[in-house]
């Protein structure tokens, strides 16, 4: 078993949807999680980042954690054709120093 | 500010070859890590330096290597290259808990 699971897609919805966005990991001892979007032959960007349970909103984006699950979402309000790209789920141990662990990534599709 | 820059973008070697990526950390930045993405596949950790130290290192056989310099910017040596080495490889630099990636260097191993 992988430590992060994540659906590769592909997801393909219309303008104006609701996007959401899963992983699943094995480890325990995560404590930190965040989402990356990475568009083609560009590096992942930083979207959101939480530490621990709960929900965090930044403008059209959503991250969800439920550690009891072991189980992170992110939901995109109103998606854009500018939405398209790969979305990533990581996950760490530690806040600085430590190893990201990447899902294999989501690659989202968004019709105008 | 600047961001992470990588050079080459792209780049062929033969099996066999030695081949050196280089990265620019972002200004103030003092950790420096790299990553290897497959297609199709997440990003994979492969070493981390904190102050021209190496201080963490993921599942790679030694013939990775790496180097990061008084300024921060780093080198990421990989000898005796294999097919399998074909990959997008991400610099990432940081301060503390956010980490800035670069756009990587597509490396094709034929």
């Known amino acids: 078993q992988k430590e992060v699971e994540q659906d590769p897609g592909p997801l393909s919805v219309p303008e104006g949807a609701i996007v959401s966005l899963n992983c699943t990991y094995s480890n325990s001892a995560f404590q930190y999680f965040m989402w990356y979007r990475q568009y083609s032959r560009k590096g992942p960007e930083l979207l959101m980042y939480t530490y621990s349970s709960g929900n965090k909103e930044d403008g059209r984006f959503t991250a969800q954690v439920d550690k009891s699950s072991k189980y992170i979402s992110l939901f995109i309000r109103d998606s854009q054709p500018s939405d398209s790209a790969t979305y990533l789920c990581?996950?760490?141990?530690?806040?600085?120093?430590?190893?990201?662990?990447f899902g294999k990534g989501t690659t989202l599709s968004v019709s105008s | 500010e600047t961001g992470v820059t990588q050079s080459p973008t792209h780049l062929i070697k033969t099996r066999g070859q030695q081949v050196t990526l280089r990265c620019s950390s972002q200004s103030g930045h003092n950790t420096v890590s790299w990553y290897q993405q497959a297609l199709g596949q997440g990003p994979q950790f492969i070493f981390q330096?904190?102050?021209?130290?190496?201080?963490g290192r993921g599942n790679f056989p030694p013939r990775f290597s790496g180097l990061q310099f008084p300024n921060y910017s780093s080198e990421l040596n990989v000898n005796a290259l294999e097919l399998d080495d074909s990959a997008l490889y991400l610099c990432?630099?940081?301060?503390?808990?956010?980490?800035?990636f670069g756009s990587g260097t597509r490396l094709t191993v034929v």
């Open positions: 990581a996950m760490s141990v530690g806040q600085a120093g430590t190893a990201l662990i």
């Open positions: 990432a630099s940081s301060l503390e808990a956010r980490r800035t």
């Open positions: 330096y904190y102050r021209e130290e190496e201080n």
